[in-house]
T-cell receptor
Framework: NAGVMQNPRHLVRRRGQEARLRCSPMKGHSHVYWYRQLPEEGLKFMVYLQKENIIDESGMPKERFSAEFPKEGPSILRIQQVVRGDSAAYFC?????????????FGPGTRLTVT | AQTVTQSQPEMSVQEAETVTLSCTYDTSENNYYLFWYKQPPSRQMILVIRQEAYKQQNATENRFSVNFQKAAKSFSLKISDSQLGDTAMYFCAFMKVDNDMRFGAGTRLTVKP
């Protein structure tokens, strides 16, 4: 059973470009969570999605960031017009059930560098 | 590849007592970092404690301490004087020096009054 997969693992973008980060949850998991890890800080929750629905986006910046989890295909975290402050590691996790106390399985992360 | 294993999906403890959460990892690296994160309902991942592999002394943060056994690749978290607010998911994480991070599947801790 393949774990949570994220790609690309490393992404370099120039200021003003768009970044698309993909997350394929574990087989059978329909809940996806995105986290951002800024240098020297812990993980910060961004958004929680279930298939085709955004359940909780309280941690998502109001502008330039969006997330989706379509019926078919991976979840996508999209950052438009990237700025240097967006440089971070972005982790995706998935779970089979809803709720914060359910097991979450984390992907290896995508490291975004904005130059 | 690095893997992190948390063998206890669920744990419970009485308030004011001590509980130990287990974590083992697999790596061929010599230099790395280990972390314990706490995840409350907000889903924020709060860093509880951090250990550098080159340090032999076990890290301690107030009621939280670790038992780091490098040869055994074991990194357990001890919570003393458990409080109701400690109820949460706890994740063990491993990070190589190039910031490549891996997480365990989590342990669900319930503190009972």
């Amino acid at each position: 059973n393949a774990g949570v997969m994220q790609n690309p693992r490393h992404l370099v973008r120039r200021r003003g470009q768009e970044a698309r980060l993909r997350c394929s949850p574990m087989k059978g998991h329909s809940h996806v969570y995105w986290y951002r890890q800024l240098p020297e800080e812990g993980l910060k929750f961004m958004v929680y999605l279930q298939k085709e629905n955004i359940i909780d986006e309280s941690g998502m910046p109001k502008e330039r960031f969006s997330a989706e989890f379509p019926k078919e295909g991976p979840s996508i975290l999209r950052i438009q017009q990237v700025v240097r402050g967006d440089s971070a590691a972005y982790f995706c996790a998935s779970s089979a059930q809803r709720g914060y106390m359910d097991e979450q399985y984390f992907g290896p992360g995508t490291r975004l560098t904005v130059t | 590849a690095q893997t992190v294993t948390q063998s206890q999906p669920e744990m419970s403890v009485q308030e004011a007592e001590t509980v130990t959460l287990s974590c083992t990892y697999d790596t061929s690296e010599n230099n790395y970092y280990l972390f314990w994160y706490k995840q409350p309902p907000s889903r924020q991942m709060i860093l509880v404690i951090r250990q550098e592999a080159y340090k032999q002394q076990n890290a301690t943060e107030n009621r939280f301490s670790v038992n780091f056994q490098k040869a055994a690749k074991s990194f357990s978290l001890k919570i003393s004087d458990s409080q109701l607010g400690d109820t949460a998911m706890y994740f063990c994480a491993f990070m190589k020096v190039d910031n490549d991070m891996r997480f365990g599947a989590g342990t669900r801790l319930t503190v009972k009054p």
